[in-house]
């Protein structure tokens, strides 16, 4: 007869729904594709934005990662708020009967919170440590650092959740 033991640090959760933003952040494919997606996106935007600010690419080697990666962070930030807004939401019994349109809170509101901390979160850290090592002026570093907040801010969070679950039916289908 074996025994069984419970551990008192462990924590079961049962029949949690998680935003689609978690469920990405589980497939290994999804890693992969966001952290490619955001590095040519980062990269594209940052020698567009050098060569229309007359500067030269050689800032694009000193400062591309730090920008990638505090992008990168950013939106994970973003979509952390989200999550927490849209699950206080759901948990918090009756909130959502407080407000006119529970449907336009959750698909549109809520991550628009989280869309707003992103770019916020961008802006902040590409103007204080991104281009630390490039010299520029503050001028340049913050026009440089307006200018990735603004293309690069994770405007993805804006589409309803049930479309990016229809998506990720259907390229688990494919896959």
């Not at 567009?48 to 007359?54: E, G, P, T």
């Not at 979509?79 to 759901?90: E, K, P, T, Y």
């Not at 909130?95 to 698909?107: Q, T």
Request: hydrophobic share 55%; net charge positive.
């Amino acid at each position: 007869m074996s025994k069984r033991t419970k551990n008192k640090g462990s924590v079961c959760l049962y029949n949690l729904i998680f935003p689609i933003y978690f469920i990405m952040l589980v497939s290994p494919l999804m890693w992969l594709i966001m952290i490619c997606g955001n590095f040519a996106i980062d990269s594209l935007v940052l020698l567009v934005a050098l060569s229309i600010l007359h500067l030269p690419r050689s800032i694009w080697k000193k400062s591309i990662l730090r920008v990638f990666l505090f992008g990168f962070l950013s939106d994970l930030i973003g979509a952390f708020v989200s999550s927490l807004l849209i699950w206080g939401v759901w948990l918090i019994p009756g909130l959502s009967d407080l407000i006119s349109f529970p449907i336009l809170l959750e698909d549109i509101a809520l991550p628009l919170v989280g869309v707003l901390v992103a770019a916020f979160c961008i802006y902040k850290f590409n103007r204080r440590f991104s281009f630390r090592k490039t010299k520029l002026n503050p001028d340049k570093i913050r026009k440089l650092s307006l200018t990735l907040c603004l293309v690069t801010t994770p405007y993805f969070m804006l589409v309803p959740l049930n479309l990016w679950y229809d998506l990720l039916n259907w390229f688990t289908m494919i896959f």
